[in-house]
T-cell receptor, first 111, second 114 residues
Framework: KQEVTQIPAALSVPEGENLVLNCSFT??????LQWFRQDPGKGLTSLLL?????REQTSGRLNASLDKSSGRSTLYIAASQPGDSATYLC??????????FGPGTSLSVIP | DAGITQSPRHKVTETGTPVTLRCHQT?????MYWYRQDPGHGLRLIHY???????DKGEVSDGYSVSRSKTEDFLLTLESATSSQTSVYFC?????????????FGPGTRLTVL
């Protein structure tokens, strides 16, 4: 059974720092991995989608990597800003109809 | 932002009453999903649809039914609401299957069952 974990559960950093969020999954047979951010009381906003054949994706200050063989993905955020404060979730698509979400990392960027 | 709306955004109801949540999209995407989000459980798939009148069960489908009579609308019904169904419900859409299946989420509906 696929399980998705995220470490750390919470992270607090000063503004301007580069940071890495981690996502691990137990079964490497995935279709894709998607990173989302969720602001309090809001829906999920898609950040990056990495297909199983890809190694990384970049969007602005965000870079996500995928290592299927080790069951890991990282989300790198460069030059963090207070507006980056949110919960970040990763999700793996394991079959036609199954997407398994991690519990999320709560990020706080201190001005 | 993908054009996804959910209604109502907040609802309080009593145990045993029927409740219907609506998801409406303007993107003409084929696939639609209903999730619930609970502390300690994260997001879990309830039901999904892969076309008009084509639906299937997800991980936590007991006590829920869905219908999709038009591409743009996906309804989630709680036939007889229970307190365990107190949750935040999210609708999501995507236009592809397989590895290119990027999902976009609606703003959520907060449901409280007393």
């Amino acid at each position: 059974k696929q399980e998705v974990t995220q470490i750390p559960a919470a992270l607090s950093v000063p503004e301007g720092e580069n940071l890495v969020l981690n996502c691990s999954f137990t079964d490497s047979a995935i279709y894709n991995l998607q990173w989302f951010r969720q602001d309090p009381g809001k829906g999920l906003t898609s950040l990056l989608l990495i297909q199983s054949s890809q190694r990384e994706q970049t969007s602005g200050r965000l870079n996500a990597s995928l290592d299927k063989s080790s069951g890991r993905s990282t989300l790198y955020i460069a030059a963090s800003q207070p507006g980056d404060s949110a919960t970040y979730l990763c999700a793996v698509k394991t079959s036609y109809d199954k997407v398994i979400f991690g519990p999320g990392t709560s990020l706080s960027v201190i001005p | 932002d993908a054009g996804i709306t959910q209604s109502p955004r907040h609802k309080v109801t009593e145990t045993g009453t029927p409740v219907t949540l609506r998801c409406h999209q303007t993107e003409n995407h084929r696939y639609m999903y209903w999730y619930r989000q609970d502390p300690g459980h994260g997001l879990r798939l309830i039901h999904y649809s892969y076309g008009v009148k084509d639906t299937d069960k997800g991980e936590v489908s007991d006590g829920y039914s869905v219908s999709r009579s038009k591409t743009e609308d996906f309804l989630l019904t709680l036939e007889s609401a229970t307190s365990s169904q107190t949750s935040v419900y999210f609708c999501a859409i995507s236009d592809r299957a397989g590895g290119d299946n990027e999902q976009f989420f609606g703003p959520g509906t907060r449901l409280t069952v007393l």
